[in-house]
């Protein structure tokens, strides 16, 4: 398969056109930002955290019946993912109340949210990613009301998944940011599920093992991304 143009560059990954039809290339990049780009730092390697927890995550969820844009890794920075037609959505699933949810709602840091709460804001950094409800996203025509029903249901599926699989290895998952598109009228996860969009605290120490640690200076950022992907995929490593 042949790289081709840059379709689209975000903030931390370029997607190329290949010379196959209906396939895409993912590169991961060393860049990092936060706080809607007010924040931004290159971080040598990091790439190779992301792409490497991104793609077990892909497997493990596709393993599990979770349809997912991920078709394999065509080498260690580079991931072959089905084109979608991507909504623009971020579908936040929480288990735990932390992050913005803190700042904005009576809710005290470290409450469990039983049954998680999801919160789905609309993908637009101009207007600073705003919250969205069932009714927006369907008065916007962003989704339907079927298919907001299988992105819900599926994203808690996801949530089930990963929460369970970073227990055993004592990660609480606290949070995460999903992104969906149709391929044709399938709905699928697309984007990334790595350490940048999610939050994970250590179940023993409460410890930050994820973004947060740059968002607010917690410590050596690359360190701990390191320490987390080698603990995520030891997860399934016999
Ligand atoms: P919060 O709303 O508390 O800022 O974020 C909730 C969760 O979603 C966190 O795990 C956070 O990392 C993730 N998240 C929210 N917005 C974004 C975003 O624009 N990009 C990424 N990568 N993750 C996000």
């Not at 991961?28 to 706080?35: G, L, N, P, V, Y």
């Not at 949810?101 to 840091?109: A, D, G, L, M, S």
């Not at 249901?153 to 992104?179: S, Y």
């Not at 699928?188 to 994970?200: N, Q, V």
Request: charged share 35%; proline share 3%.
């Amino acid at each position: 398969m042949k790289q081709k143009k840059v379709l689209y560059a975000g903030k931390a990954k370029t997607v190329y056109r290949t010379d196959t039809k209906g396939k895409l290339i993912v590169e991961f990049r060393d860049d990092i930002t936060a706080f809607d780009g007010g924040k931004k730092d290159v971080l040598k390697n990091k790439w190779s955290y992301n792409a490497e927890v991104s793609s077990f995550f892909f497997s493990y969820l596709e393993e599990n019946g979770v349809r997912t844009h991920f078709v394999k890794m065509l080498d260690e920075r580079h991931m072959v993912v089905h084109e979608l037609r991507m909504i623009p959505l971020e579908v936040i699933v929480r288990n735990l109340a932390a992050g913005s949810i803190v700042r904005n709602y009576p809710f005290k840091e470290g409450t469990k949210l039983e049954p998680p709460v999801i919160v789905i804001d609309y993908k637009d950094d101009s207007r600073h990613d705003p919250m969205l409800n069932d009714d927006l996203i369907v008065a916007l025509k962003i989704a339907t009301p079927r298919e907001l029903a299988k992105i819900k249901k599926v994203a808690l599926e996801i949530n089930r998944l990963l929460f369970k699989l970073l227990a055993a290895q004592g990660i609480t998952l606290v949070d995460f940011k999903i992104e969906f598109g149709r391929k044709g009228k399938t709905i699928c996860l697309g984007d990334e599920i790595s350490m940048d969009s999610m939050r994970l605290w250590d179940k023993k120490t409460g410890e930050s093992l994820d973004k947060d640690v740059y968002r607010f200076n917690k410590g050596d950022v690359m360190a701990t991304y390191n320490r987390v992907a080698a603990r995520i995929t030891k997860t399934r490593k016999k």
